[in-house]
């Protein structure tokens, strides 16, 4: 989206985002260091706290800097993630996966496809293609049904989920039951 933020965990171990450069001359802030639950740039000295007020500017009048005040984005940590609202206004609630608070492992993988955004949103949900376009791969190589699937859809709390039965009963595209 083409923003910049600065990134920091204070002493108190809580995690801040705030605006990516000092408001005294641009210094990157991440070129800075923590103090206690503030960030120091690294240029004048100039101290902020989580909240993006200026709360110290060694060599300035005392009194200014409480009249600067950077932005900042509240954030919260999940499954040892980080998590800010970059929006206006108060956060809304957090959203919670009780499926990926279970004990265990969680694979996450990733893979570079060199083809454009959009051929793959929509090559993701279209599930009448892999019968034919992967008759040949380990989908069918290794005895899976990969008929043509009946297709249906449902509207959710986060979009439209579409799901394929297939004339085994397999249904794709659904989540696994919570254990």
Known sequence: MSEEFTLYRGAS????VVGFRCAHRGTQL????VEGDCIRCFYHGWKYDGTG???EQPAENESFASKV???SYPTQEYLGLVF?????GAAPPFPRYPQLETEGVVDVSS???HCNY???LENGV???HVPFTHSKSNFTRFGLNWDIPKITAEETEYGVAMYGTRSNGVVTGKPLPHA
């Open 111 to 113: 893979y570079i496809r």
């Open 126 to 128: 279209d599930q009448a």
């Open 69 to 71: 005040k950077i932005r």
């Open 30 to 33: 991440s070129l800075g260091w």
């Open 84 to 88: 800010a609202y970059l929006g206006d």
């Open 53 to 55: 007020q200026c709360v």
């Open 118 to 120: 959009f051929n793959t």
């Open 13 to 16: 171990d809580a995690t801040y």
